[in-house]
């Protein structure tokens, strides 16, 4: 059986470690991988994106995600339970949508563990792009995109 830990074709397979989550090596692997990329897909001019909304400085609805290679992606969106039903969700990402094309994207991107959601998403012209079933367990992880219209 091949044991890629322990081929001798592999480069110096004995140097192979478990690390803990060192900043510095995980900054080394990030930034390998990101002059690799770059190199063959072009920067990625990311740029991150927070819009947030208060009450009597209470969080009420927030987003936080990045752009990069003209894409948004929206990495959390949060609405308070209590303010959920009010549009307030959909006045969200109106504001992210037009911050994106202001950004010149070409669409956004998103993922999301709960059904209700993704329906949400769906009435906003995202469009289902994948699943992970059982991720987490008992569940399943959805992607969705939307493509933007030019302006």
């Not at 991150?48 to 992606?73: C, D, E, F, Q």
């Not at 949508?97 to 070409?106: D, G, L, P």
């Not at 998403?121 to 995109?145: K, N």
């Amino acid at each position: 059986m091949h044991d890629p830990y322990h081929d001798s074709r592999a480069a110096d397979a004995t140097s192979f470690e478990i690390a803990s989550s060192d900043a510095a090596e995980t900054r080394e692997i990030a930034e390998q991988l990101g002059a690799e990329v770059a190199a063959r897909f072009g920067p990625r001019d990311e740029r991150p994106l927070t819009i947030v909304l208060r009450k009597n400085g209470a969080l009420v609805a927030g987003l936080n995600g990045v752009s990069h290679w003209r894409w948004l992606y929206i990495r959390h969106f949060y609405v308070a339970p209590q303010w959920r039903g009010r549009e307030i969700g959909r006045g969200l990402m109106a504001r992210a949508e037009a911050e994106a094309q202001r950004r010149a994207c070409v669409g956004i991107y998103l993922d999301t563990f709960d059904e209700g959601a993704a329906a949400f998403y769906e009435r906003l012209g995202f469009s289902r792009r994948g699943r992970i079933d059982g991720f987490p367990v008992g569940f399943a992880r959805t992607f969705l995109c939307k493509t933007l219209q030019a302006t």
